[in-house]
């Protein structure tokens, strides 16, 4: 990761058991966790969902 | 897991200090290669070493000094000073040509059959390659193909399609180079034949006198890529005879462009060639408002600008498209990267766009560079995790090992937990072993 809010993200996701289960073996440091192998996939694509929910220039999706 | 793999396109010089020796020995018995080489010549001895045209001799007095091959020697003062044999039939033995076709033509030619291979691989219905060229398109890793379906285009064909078409030639070319042995052609000719053909004068006819079966291959090869031009001659059928014979290829063919400017190198020609279905002068538009206009009716050019934009509206002469996180991000995911599309829009820029400075608005090149950060904002690297280490020493001792077998991804020396990479965890695991039942 590249900042410390990812993680925190990371973090409550798998607190609140958001993929099904938890997912992080091991907290290594501020910019590194130890995750199951099969939840890359899912989370990538959590991940993405989050960012598009911020603001940037109008995509097709809000225009109304 | 971050995968991506970068188009490497290398030069005629790194080709050729690849090939093993022997080949290259064989390659300057042609006087058309030695010039292309010494052509390329202001380099230090170093890598005119490594093309073995300089071979290592003790001098007297036990000195270390440089012997010119002799081969390439001979030959070289052939191509330079004239003599030897002719290196190709000039074609003046089958007459004028009733056909001939002008240089335009030519150009025009060399582009429509490279506009057909693009279009083929990015899927537009109506582009039909043969056999032989799709089977090289997945040899080299722009195509990919599921048993008895057509095949698709892969991340690396991608990439491939935004370079310019210099860049595209000689990657192309190098692939097939390649893999001429596995398909049972001479290495030494074909490449040799190249060489002949970049000397040629365009707008010249040359006849196939005397070109072995190989090579008569390799020319209809060039002639599916746009490198030369040869016309199809339906024969006469005689009055006995009941079927059609097939046409026959003409014995006359005709380099274009493509072929003459390919051996000089990928740099020196990005600005002779015209991209294909644009002419020369750039065709793009883009707004800061993530607009993008381009004024084309080719069928290529729309597709490609396609690969990263959304399509809005159509008309004869310009296409209106949005630049949208959707958009780039999907390019992204598909292995352009960012830099490939600002290159693509920098060097496809409309003339109004260049008088401009920067040429495009920086808005743009820094949102879409933003876009692939996004989606590098978490990057995945598959390991395996050593902790509960019982001393500082072990944990020590591993580590030092992982880091000399180049596997180690990850350290905590203070908690004594290490991330080591799947590949080197085997071998590691053995060390480990061997180190607890010896102490």
């Not at chain 2, 070109?211 to 024969?235: P, Y």
């Not at chain 2, 498209?321 to 496809?348: M, P």
């Not at chain 2, 995945?380 to 001792?397: A, C, H, I, P, R």
Request: proline share 4%; with cysteine.
């Amino acid at each position: 990761m590249h900042d410390p809010a990812m993680k925190q993200f990371l973090l409550f996701l798998d607190e609140k058991m958001a993929l099904g289960k938890k997912f992080i073996l091991k907290d290594l440091d501020d910019t590194h966790l130890f995750i199951l192998e099969e939840v890359v996939k899912t989370l990538q694509e959590r991940v993405g969902e989050k960012e598009s929910s911020s603001f940037g220039p109008d995509s097709s999706a809000s225009r109304s | 897991m971050k995968l991506r793999v970068q188009l490497q396109c290398k030069n005629l010089h790194e080709y050729l200090r690849e090939l093993s020796p022997e080949v290259l020995d064989r390659l300057y018995d042609h006087p058309a290669t030695c010039l292309a080489v010494y052509r390329d010549h202001d380099e230090c001895v170093s890598v005119l070493a490594g093309l073995r045209l300089w071979h290592s001799q003790q001098l007297q007095g036990g000195l270390q000094g440089y012997i010119l091959n002799p081969v390439f020697k001979d030959n070289l003062r052939i191509a330079l000073l004239g003599g030897g044999k002719a290196w190709a039939d000039e074609g003046s033995s089958l007459g004028p040509d009733r056909h001939a076709r002008d240089i335009l033509s030519l150009d025009r030619y060399a582009m429509e059959r490279w506009e057909v291979i693009l279009q083929f691989m990015v899927g537009s219905p109506g582009a039909a390659v043969s056999q032989d060229l799709a089977l090289l398109l997945v040899q080299a890793g722009l195509m990919k193909s599921e048993a008895g379906e057509a095949p698709y285009i892969t991340s690396a064909g991608f990439q491939f399609l935004l370079l310019d078409t210099a860049s595209q030639l000689w990657y192309f070319t190098l692939q097939y180079l390649n893999t001429a042995q596995s398909r049972g052609m001479e290495l030494v000719e074909i490449l040799s034949f190249l060489f002949q053909l970049s000397f040629s004068t365009l707008g010249r006819d040359y006849s196939v006198e005397g070109m072995s079966d190989s090579l008569l291959t390799f020319l209809q090869h060039l002639r599916e890529f746009g490198l030369v031009f040869q016309r199809k001659v339906r024969e006469h059928p005689l009055p006995l005879c009941q079927t059609p014979l097939p046409p026959r290829k003409s014995r006359r063919y005709y380099p274009t462009r493509l072929a003459i400017t390919l051996a000089a190198g990928v740099t020196s020609t990005s600005s002779t060639l015209a991209t294909p279905g644009t002419g020369d002068a750039g065709f793009i538009v883009v707004e800061t408002n993530y607009r993008l206009y381009a004024y084309t009716d080719s069928e290529l050019q729309i597709a490609l600008v396609a690969l990263f934009s959304e399509m809005l509206y159509r008309f004869p002469n310009v296409v209106v498209a949005q630049v949208t996180r959707e958009s780039v991000q999907q390019a992204i995911a598909n292995g352009i990267t960012a830099q490939q599309i600002i290159h693509f829009l920098r060097t496809r820029a409309h003339p109004v766009m260049l008088k401009q400075t920067p040429v495009l608005p920086p808005t743009i090149t820094d949102q879409i560079r933003l876009w692939e950060l996004e989606r590098d904002r978490l990057t995945f690297t598959e390991g395996v995790l050593y902790n509960q280490f019982l001393s500082q020493v072990d944990f020590e001792v591993l580590r030092d090992r992982a880091q000399g077998l180049g596997c180690l991804v990850w350290q905590d020396v203070a908690h004594r937990v290490l991330v080591v990479s799947p590949q080197g965890h085997s071998e590691v695991k053995r060390f480990w072993k061997r180190q607890k039942s010896n102490t």
